[in-house]
């Protein structure tokens, strides 16, 4: 595997559902993002973590949780999502370095979520 | 806080004509400033970034893209465009804590 990695691709999940959302990153980085793509609105940042430590969360309801384990993996826990929380969620990660963030990020292919 | 405009929502162009796809950000700081592409189910692919030195810069798949702070703009380009560059263009500008601020995007239709 090479590059940034997402499973599942698509997911189907009723609103009183638990599902999680994995990442994986083959670059050596030790930065990693969540966005999340809705239709017709921009890509929001939801959540950063530069060396396993969240550093941002972007006013993000409680209901979606995140968790990096290392700085390879990160996942997105989902309990009681609701009908517009359906959109494409994007994993990004990047080089960070002690002179602060100037790197691109590299994002991997997405889930597709859809919540009924 | 900083923002991105592109002010094109869709484009459409034939194959083979150029293009310019309009940018404008507004941040306080010396701007870090990337195109991404994204095909339709994909992720997004970096093109080109900017960070410092010459004001024009050359990314992948013929692209490049002209910083202008007197004006704001980091608009990108390309001579001549292919059936394959139809996809949804993303400007976005770097900034502190590690946010990356996307435009709304600009979709690109190439017709042959």
């Known amino acids: 595997e090479t590059g940034v990695t997402q499973t599942p691709r698509h997911l189907v999940m009723g609103m009183t559902n638990k599902k999680s959302l994995k990442c994986e990153q083959h670059?050596?980085?030790?930065?990693m993002y969540w966005y999340k793509q809705s239709a017709k609105k921009p890509l929001e940042l939801m959540f950063v973590y530069n060396f396993k430590e969240q550093t941002e969360n972007n006013s993000v309801p409680s209901r979606f949780s995140p968790e990096c384990p290392n700085s390879s993996h990160l996942f997105l826990h989902l309990h009681t999502l609701q009908p517009e929380d359906s959109a494409l969620y994007l994993c990004?990660?990047?080089?960070?370095?002690?002179?602060?963030?100037?790197?691109?990020?590299?994002f991997g292919p997405g889930t597709r979520l859809t919540v009924l | 806080a900083q923002s991105v405009t592109q002010p094109d929502i869709h484009i459409t162009v034939s194959e083979g004509a150029s293009l310019e796809l309009r940018c404008n950000y507004s941040y306080g700081a010396t701007p870090y400033l990337f195109w991404y592409v994204q095909s339709p189910g994909q992720g997004l692919q970096l093109l080109l970034k900017?960070?410092?030195?010459?004001?024009l810069v050359q990314g992948i798949k013929g692209f490049e893209a002209e910083f202008k702070r007197s004006q704001s703009s980091f608009n990108l380009r390309k001579p001549s465009v292919h059936w394959s560059d139809a996809a949804e263009y993303f400007c976005?500008?770097?900034?502190?804590?590690?946010?990356?601020?996307f435009g709304k995007g600009t979709l690109l239709t190439v017709n042959p």
């Open positions: 900017y960070f410092s030195g010459d004001t």
């Open positions: 990004a990660s990047s080089q960070a370095s002690q002179r602060g963030p100037y790197n691109e990020q590299f």
């Open positions: 670059l050596g980085h030790n930065a």
């Open positions: 976005a500008v770097l900034g502190s804590n590690y946010k990356l601020t």
